[in-house]
């Protein structure tokens, strides 16, 4: 088909049509899950009234559930859209050969099926706490990423690493497994072993910092990095702009921050190095949105009470599908000191709303 005359315009609008539905996928997610997380709470409130909690946390539970389906539905909707945009505009591209057109075949591959369900119990999580690295096992850890660091960068990357306040390695480490993520994720677990865990003879759990109030600070996903040459990139990189010793990186690090006492130092994945297979991540599906996120957290509440099964959770390639994926270091100093590193973790800042230095 040429493009031209009032059908080519139709099958232009078209197009611009399925570009500006894909455009307005996550918009429609937020409001989708609104509605459903305002219906759970609607719902499980005369529920709780009536001390039905147990009943109450599995219609939250079912709630999780609606919004990973709406998550995996426009997964799929969102792969597809663009490829039919593209083939309709293909219609309006002058024919090849001898000036007969032909309708191109669409052929737009099936989006990937999403990733198995994961569900655990806090038994499970017992067992796994009983399995967590120990201290000598988080030193051997931390000198196998230290040998990946350039020879000239050894000596500061062994000091920030193994310095008293750090914990990149002891949470975020290859050393660690998947089923330690899982356990962390559902069950808030500090598989650095850091803060406390316990399961009770209720079947609640209760999870506690080592340092500080409140139970241990995981959101919807959490992961670490799969390699020891993964855990060095990104501090390589930033050591790599700064120099080799403390005194340039407290220099370089002052300038960045204008001064204060906390950096965040953040390093999209090309700026690391970091690809795919580099991150190993859990996350709970549907919590893409604000109200899937919350509904996902506000039933690992009611888990960790005893009321029932937790909110599942999936591998995740945060590199490919996060919205703002990168390394985050963090790293400190007091008044007249040198920094101090704190933690190096990979996470998606989905909604921008950190305030870091990029290098």
């Given at each position: ?5 009032d ?9 611009e049509?399925?570009r500006?539905l ?11 899950d609104r509605?459903?997380?305002?219906l759970?709470?609607n ?15 599995g219609?939250r539970?079912t709630?999780t559930?609606?919004t990973?389906a709406?998550?995996?539905a ?5 792969h ?5 945009a593209?083939?309709i505009e293909?219609?309006l591209r002058?024919?090849?050969g001898h000036g ?17 369900s ?6 499970d999580?017992a ?5 967590l690295?120990d201290?000598?096992a ?9 040998a990946?660091?350039?020879p ?6 062994r000091k920030l690493?193994?310095g008293?306040?750090a914990h990149?390695?002891?949470?975020h480490?290859h050393?660690?497994?998947?089923e330690q ?10 598989p650095a072993?850091?803060d406390?865990?316990?399961l009770?003879?209720?079947g609640?759990?209760?999870s ?12 919807a996903?959490s992961g670490?990095?799969?390699s020891?040459?993964?855990?060095a990139?990104?501090?390589a990189?930033l050591?790599?702009?700064a ?7 407290d ?5 960045l921050?204008?001064g204060?006492t906390i950096?965040r130092?953040f390093?999209?994945p090309s700026?690391?190095g970091i690809s795919?297979?580099d991150?190993?991540m859990v996350?709970?599906?549907g919590t893409d949105?604000?109200d899937?996120?919350?509904l996902?957290k506000?039933t690992r509440d009611?888990s960790m009470?005893g ?19 990168g390394?985050l270091?963090i790293l400190?100093r007091?008044?007249?000191q040198s920094?101090r590193?704190?933690?190096s973790y990979f996470f998606?800042?989905r909604?921008n709303?950190l ?5």
């Open positions: 088909m040429q493009g031209g005359g059908d080519g315009d139709r099958v232009r609008r078209a197009a049509s399925l500006a894909h455009d307005e996928l996550p918009a429609l997610a937020e409001g989708l509605s459903i997380r305002k759970v709470e719902t499980v409130e005369p529920l709780e009234q009536a001390d039905l909690v147990k009943e109450a946390h219609v539970l709630g559930e609606m990973a709406r998550e995996d426009f997964a799929s909707i969102a597809v859209l663009p490829g039919y593209d083939e293909a219609l002058p024919a090849d007969s057109g032909s309708a191109p075949v669409i052929s737009i591959p099936p989006p990937p099926a999403p990733a198995v994961v569900v655990t119990t806090a038994q999580t067992t796994v706490q009983q399995n690295p201290a000598d988080h030193r051997r850890a931390i000198n196998q990423v230290v990946r660091f350039p000239k960068l050894q000596e500061l990357a690493l193994f008293h306040s990149a390695v002891q949470r480490g050393h660690l497994r998947r993520q899982i356990a962390r994720t559902q069950w808030q677990l500090d072993g850091v406390g865990w316990r009770n003879s209720d609640s759990a209760e506690w910092r080592g340092h500080g109030d409140g139970p241990h600070g995981v959101g996903t670490h990095y799969a020891p040459e993964a855990v990139k990104p501090l990189a050591l790599g702009a120099g080799r010793t403390q005194a340039e990186l220099a370089h690090l002052n300038r921050t204008g204060k950096a130092v390093l999209r700026d690391a795919s297979d991150v190993v996350r709970g599906p949105t604000e899937g996120d919350a996902w506000s009611g009470a009321l029932g099964a937790p909110p599942a959770v999936r591998d995740y390639d945060m590199v490919t599908r996060g919205k703002r994926p390394s270091m400190v007091r008044p007249n920094w590193l704190v933690t998606d800042d909604d709303l305030d870091y230095v990029e290098l």
